[in-house]
C-alpha cells in the first residue's frame, strides 16, 4: 500500500476497538495510555535496526508496531509498518529510508486522535 | 483456571490480560522459550495450566516450536493432548499453512489479531475453557 492509498485508511478506527473489546471502555482506555507511552521507544527502536541496517531488526519490530497499532485500531499506522516489514523483506533500503521519514508523522496524527477519546 | 500468556507485544498481552482476567489465575511471558520453561515447572510442580495463549511470532522461540514443545512435555508425563492444556494460538498471520502446522502440533484453537473479545470467548467456549 503506497501513501496515496494509506491516506484512505482511517488514523483511529474507534469504533472497531469498541466493538473488538465489546465496549469494554475501561480496558480501552487503559491499552490506549499505554499505546501512547510506549509506541515511542518501539519506533526508536525501529529506527535503531534501521540504522544499523539490520533488515531482520527492522521486520521483526515492525511486526511488533503493527500488532500493537492492530489492536487500537491505529490502522493507517499499522498499514504503514506492514509495508515497513515488507520492505524490510525486500531490502529495498530507499524506501526504507522514505518509510522511516513517514513513521513520525503517522504517529503524531494517531496521537492527536487518541487524546481527544482519552480526554473524553 | 490457571492461565499463561505467552505474546512479546505489550499491547496485545494487555488486551489478552484484560479479556481473560475474570477466567482465573494468570502468569504472562514474552517469548516462546519462556513459555515451555513456565509450561515445564507448572507440570513438574503438578499444577499445570488450563489454558494456554500463544503467540505465533515471537523472539528465541516461535509459537508453534513452542506448542510442540510443551506438548511434547506432557506426553512424557503421560498426558494426552485431550487431556493437556487448552492451546489458543495466537497471530497476525493469516496464512493457512500456518494454521495447518499450529492444528498439527496439537492447538485446539486458532484466532488472528487483532484479537476479538467475542470471537476469543467463543473459541474458548468450544473448547470447554469458560
Known amino acids: ?120 | 483456571m490457571r492461565i499463561l500468556i505467552a505474546e512479546d507485544e505489550l499491547i496485545s498481552r494487555l488486551v489478552l490480560q484484560g479479556i481473560l482476567e475474570g477466567f482465573g489465575s494468570i502468569n504472562t511471558v514474552v517469548n516462546g522459550e519462556e513459555a515451555v520453561i513456565a509450561a515445564g515447572m507448572a507440570l513438574e510442580q503438578g499444577r499445570p495450566y488450563d489454558l494456554i495463549c500463544l503467540d505465533v511470532m515471537m523472539p528465541r522461540l516461535d509459537g508453534l516450536e513452542a506448542l510442540c514443545r510443551i506438548r511434547a512435555l506432557e506426553v512424557k508425563r503421560g498426558i494426552t493432548s485431550s487431556r493437556g492444556a487448552k492451546v489458543v494460538m495466537i497471530s497476525a498471520l493469516d496464512d493457512p499453512k500456518k494454521i495447518v502446522t499450529a492444528f498439527k502440533g496439537l492447538c485446539d484453537a486458532y484466532i488472528i489479531k487483532p484479537v476479538d473479545k467475542a470471537e476469543l470467548l467463543k473459541k474458548l467456549k468450544e473448547i470447554g475453557c469458560s
Do not use: W
Open chain 1, 1 to 120: 500500500m503506497d501513501a496515496d492509498a494509506r491516506t484512505n485508511v482511517p488514523v483511529f478506527d474507534v469504533a472497531g476497538v469498541k466493538r473488538r473489546l465489546m465496549h469494554d471502555d475501561a480496558l480501552m482506555l487503559m491499552v490506549l495510555q499505554v499505546f501512547m507511552q510506549e509506541m515511542p521507544k518501539q519506533i526508536e527502536q525501529l529506527k535503531a535496526a534501521h540504522a544499523a541496517a539490520d533488515m531482520a531488526g527492522v521486520k521483526l519490530q515492525a511486526h511488533s508496531i503493527k500488532g500493537a497499532c492492530g489492536n487500537v485500531g491505529a490502522t493507517a499506522m499499522q498499514a504503514l509498518a506492514l509495508e515497513v516489514g515488507i520492505t524490510a523483506e525486500t531490502c529495498n533500503r530507499n524506501r526504507l529510508a522514505g518509510l522511516m521519514d513517514e513513521i513520525d508523522a503517522a504517529q503524531h496524527a494517531v496521537y492527536i486522535a487518541m487524546q481527544k477519546i482519552a480526554e473524553a
